[in-house]
């Protein structure tokens, strides 16, 4: 079982705009996607600046995991929340979040110019192997502070092959915390509550919350509406993204299944939170008005989230029997990682069901490098990006 895990007595002391400077570096910096940014805050905040322990570390990410809103981002708001409390939470956010935004937002404009984006898509054929190393990089360093004994072990592994079966994570990550808790302190929790029996007959997850149909005329209310309704109830996933976003602004019209796609591109080729893909179609929607409000609604949820759940954390880890079920979340977190790997490769290593060498040899040089030490996340999506380019549009 992992300790209650405050931060290191030897952590360094950090500034408010020591928080501002290398969230907002973050912010311009951070390709490829959650799973991508996770990668990059455990090696640049965890290995290198020692903000936090790699205990820590993972504890915030299981958190996120159970909340609704983008993950990646939910973490960075954790450590900025671990080092200066709710200001902490708020500059990690304002330099995570806005400077990707105006990136997002620049885009918007020119593409409502040019009206197509098929540039970008030999930028995303580079960047996407190299992803795939960064995921399964953070998903091998991780996993012995998840991963600590054969039952952890045990549900890591479950973890990844249910999700590849039901992709349903917030059932898993539930199922996995209760299986922890029973597995750990069942003989406990029987003779404190005879009735403990019930909790097992417990709901797995959420059920999905209906989208409402749309106004006849949308509106900056209805924009935000719309927007923090996503942020209230997706969890994590681009892909569960996705679904709300057709069914919420393509089926009533808004915008088009292309501009939707477009959309989404713009959020994996951008850097920080993938979830500036609204303040793209807000743009599309309602000029600037509307991608402020839509950015405003999508991320306001985490803020608010974060902030309340983050200082129950240490009472949590104190605690043995939600402790127990930690453990269970945190084994399963990193499966649900090695999952995003999986399903990413399956896009990024194949072509029509064949093997592309390039790509393969950029997920596999990147993987080797990440593990030499001497490049990190960054400099290898940017290189990748570069060579896709080249192939894609020069030497096509």
């Known amino acids: 079982m992992s300790p209650a895990s405050e931060p290191p007595p030897e952590s360094p002391h950090v500034s408010k705009a020591d928080l501002a400077r290398e969230f907002t570096r973050l912010g311009v910096t951070a390709f490829g996607g959650p799973a991508a940014h996770i990668a990059i805050m455990q090696r640049e905040f965890v290995e290198q600046k020692k903000w936090l322990s790699r205990e820590r570390f993972v504890d915030l990410l299981g958190l996120s995991s159970l909340l609704p809103g983008p993950s990646s981002t939910e973490v960075a708001l954790g450590i900025g929340y671990e080092r200066a409390k709710w200001p902490g939470l708020l500059i990690a956010a304002f330099g995570f979040i806005v400077p990707a935004s105006l990136i997002v937002l620049a885009i918007a404009i020119a593409y409502g110019e040019l009206g197509s984006l098929e540039w970008a898509m030999s930028l995303l054929y580079g960047m996407s192997p190299v992803v795939i190393a960064v995921v399964v990089h953070a998903m091998v360093k991780l996993a012995p502070s998840a991963c600590t004994d054969a039952l ?13 079966v039901v992709l349903q994570p917030i059932a898993i990550l ?9 597995v750990r302190r069942g003989p406990a929790l029987v003779e404190r509550f005879r009735g403990a029996g019930a909790m097992l ?11 409402t149909e749309a106004a006849a005329a949308i509106g900056l209310a209805g924009i935000f509406w719309t927007f923090l309704k996503m942020g209230l109830v997706v969890f994590g996933s681009g892909y569960v993204l996705v679904a709300f976003l057709g069914s919420e602004l393509v089926a009533p019209g808004y915008i088009t299944e292309q501009e939707l796609l477009d959309a989404i591109a713009i959020g994996q080729l ?8 609204a303040t793209f179609l807000g743009y599309l929607m309602a000029g600037i008005p509307g991608a402020i409000v839509a950015t405003v609604g999508i991320f306001l ?3 608010v989230l974060v902030g309340v759940a983050h200082p129950f954390l240490p009472r949590m880890r104190a605690n043995k029997d939600l402790s127990a079920a930690i453990d269970g979340l945190n084994a399963a977190a990193v499966g649900l990682i090695g999952v995003s790997a999986f399903l990413l490769a399956q896009d990024a290593f194949f072509v029509d069901g064949v093997v592309d060498p390039l790509a393969v040899a950029l997920g596999v040089g990147a993987f080797v490098l990440l593990l030499w030490g001497r490049l990190g996340p960054v400099p290898l ?11 894609q549009t020069l030497l096509s």
Request: proline fraction near 9%; glycine fraction near 16%; avoid cysteine.
């Open 152 to 164: 952890t072990w045990l549900i890591g592994v479950g973890s990844f092959v249910v999700a590849l």
């Open 270 to 277: 951008t850097p920080g939170p993938v979830f500036t893909t």
């Open 174 to 182: 539930i199922g996995a915390a209760l299986v922890a808790l029973v």
């Open 381 to 391: 999506l940017i290189g990748g990006a570069v060579v896709g380019f080249v192939s």
């Open 301 to 303: 949820p985490a803020l």
């Open 201 to 211: 007959a417990m709901p797995m997850g959420p059920g999905a919350i209906a989208a």
